[in-house]
């Protein structure tokens, strides 16, 4: 423990995509595995107020926590590592500081002077990265800064680092500068003129890296480091190799291998120990040596990039090492499933969940996919526009409603089995505007929900505006497809089953959110299970 909190920022350099967050989330878990109480936020230098806007394709997906804040994905990165809920104080952007600074001088609370970047924009920067070590929950916070140094954009958050090392004094605070060591393969080398200009490009705005961790496809030999220690004025030993690794869950064990762990603790003059990774090198060892494995289609309309599906992707890894089975996913575009290609393209899995998204572009082929999969009895998970498709394929197909749709995509349908509450008729803002957050849900007795979480009242972080409309609930319940979680509050619908399936089910909340290394989602513990059992069977 920690009387003052200190502060590590986590710049970088060359790229924007060398994998910040994954390295500010392995250094979280080496510090949490040594008794820190250890936090990361994400600073993002967009003018979004949040990404609940943005086009996945744009961003990847959008992370949701506990109380509700849309945040970038990497909040979720630092969650599954961490084990840790994170809040709307882990996430600002530029939107954010800029939105709080306009209502403060629209209110006139700066006595009429001109407002400013300097010092207005980045007092407000300051504070925010203060936030959560004023909280007295952290001893260590770590703020990973978005973007690359020398960007404009990028300027007032570099700006506010160096005021507050300045502010907090030495040792209270510690730099990491994230760069890439590019291999040229025509000249046989690793090349170290990116790393130079880009610690040069920081020390222009005033601030000086204390540790290098340098990206490479290659193993950076001794003269290597030397020489980047020697011309970017850091320690030998702060020059730090990330090699490309197989999964992100090795990052931990390399970094605490080049000793980064022991060079940050060094530098903020806190005791350094053996980090206490058991549980986490239980799941390596399980999740690299499975016993059996099965292969899951995930039909989405944002397949063709990764990131989009992100939480899904990650709770499939922590699923399949609890199972001890390597999770093969496929990914299918909605778009292009048809009546005459679904077989070929669906018939061969062992398990098909049908993913969360917004619009009416791809959904005919979601609910082709969702009457498959019922029809040949192939174990299914709709997570939340997924539960809606599994809705309306109900009420087309068993129903005989072939009107039936939501609102969302065709707000005329004469069968709105999916509606809006009556709380979101009247909004016209997007943004920040759905169900979002933690919700509970209660759960039935004599469920697939209840012996998946064998326990009654449940609470699953939410992100949407349509519902499930209970005025056909009568009608579905006596066709067979069965409400078996509802808030107790609202008596909105949460999750719904087909009984007569082995494994059918479809929720309203995102699951995918709440599952981590430590605490695998029973949700897609059970999925897998119910997969491996459809692929022994086969």
């Not at 939105?99 to 300051?126: A, C, M, N, W, Y």
Request: hydrophobic share 35%.
């Amino acid at each position: 423990m920690t009387t003052n909190p200190k502060y590590i920022f986590v710049t970088g350099g060359v790229s924007s995509s060398l994998g910040k967050g994954i390295i500010a989330a392995s250094l979280a878990k080496l510090l949490q595995a040594q008794g820190y109480r250890a936090t990361i936020q994400k600073l993002d230098p967009y003018i979004n107020i949040d990404p609940g806007t943005l086009n996945p394709y744009e961003h990847g997906e959008c992370y949701v926590t506990d109380d509700g804040a849309e945040t970038d994905l990497d909040l979720g990165h630092y969650e599954r590592f961490l084990n840790v809920p994170t809040s709307q104080a882990n996430n600002v952007t530029t939107g954010r500081i800029y939105q709080s600074v306009i209502d403060q001088e629209r209110r006139g609370e700066f006595l009429g002077k001109t407002v400013q970047v300097i010092p207005h924009i980045t007092d407000e920067i300051k504070r925010r990265i203060q936030i959560l070590g004023n909280s007295g929950d952290y001893d260590i916070v770590i703020t990973e800064i978005g973007g690359t140094v020398g960007d404009i954009e990028s300027l007032p958050y570099i700006e506010a680092v160096r005021q507050l090392e300045w502010d907090l004094g030495e040792h209270n605070t510690c730099v990491i500068h994230l760069t890439l060591v590019p291999y040229l393969s025509a000249a046989g080398e690793l090349k170290t003129k990116p790393t130079q200009h880009s610690v040069k490009t920081l020390m222009e705005s005033g601030v000086q890296a204390d540790i290098l961790v340098c990206r490479t496809e290659h193993k950076l030999s001794d003269s290597l480091k030397t020489k980047l220690a020697r011309f970017c004025n850091v320690k030998k030993e702060a020059v730090i190799e990330s090699i490309d690794a197989s999964t992100i869950y090795d990052v931990p064990n390399l970094m605490l291998k080049e000793g980064l762990d022991k060079v940050v603790l060094n530098q903020l003059q806190l005791k350094s120990d053996v980090p206490d990774l058991e549980q986490w090198n239980e799941f390596l060892k399980r999740h690299k040596n499975p016993k059996s494995e099965v292969t899951i289609g995930l039909i989405g309309k944002y397949v063709e990039l990764q990131d989009s599906y992100k939480s899904i992707l990650e709770a499939f890894i922590h699923a399949g090492a609890e199972n001890e089975v390597k999770v093969n996913v496929e990914p299918i575009h909605s778009e292009y499933l048809t009546e005459s290609n679904i077989e070929f393209k669906l018939g061969h899995l062992d398990g098909v969940l049908v993913a969360p998204g917004f619009g009416e572009r791809g959904i005919e082929g979601k609910i082709a996919a969702v009457q498959f999969v019922r029809e040949n009895n192939i174990p299914f998970l709709g997570i939340c526009l997924g539960m809606q498709m599994a809705v309306i394929e109900y009420a087309r197909n068993v129903l005989k409603l072939p009107e039936a749709n939501s609102v969302e995509m065709d707000d005329k349908t004469a069968d709105p089995v999916i509606s809006l509450m009556a709380s979101q008729k009247g909004v016209t803002n997007k943004g920040g505007t759905m169900r979002l957050g933690t919700w509970d849900c209660k759960l039935e007795q004599e469920s697939i929900a209840h012996s998946v979480y064998n326990s009654e009242l449940i609470t699953e972080r939410h992100r949407h505006r349509f519902e499930f409309n209970n005025d056909y609930k009568s009608q579905f319940e006596a066709a067979g497809m069965k409400a078996t979680g509802f808030n107790p509050e609202t008596g909105l619908v949460e999750i719904v089953e087909i009984p007569t399936n082995d494994w059918f089910i479809g929720v309203q909340y995102h699951p995918e959110y709440k599952s981590t290394v430590k605490n695998p989602h029973p949700l897609f513990i059970a999925f897998i299970e119910a997969a491996l059992k459809y692929n022994k069977k086969k």
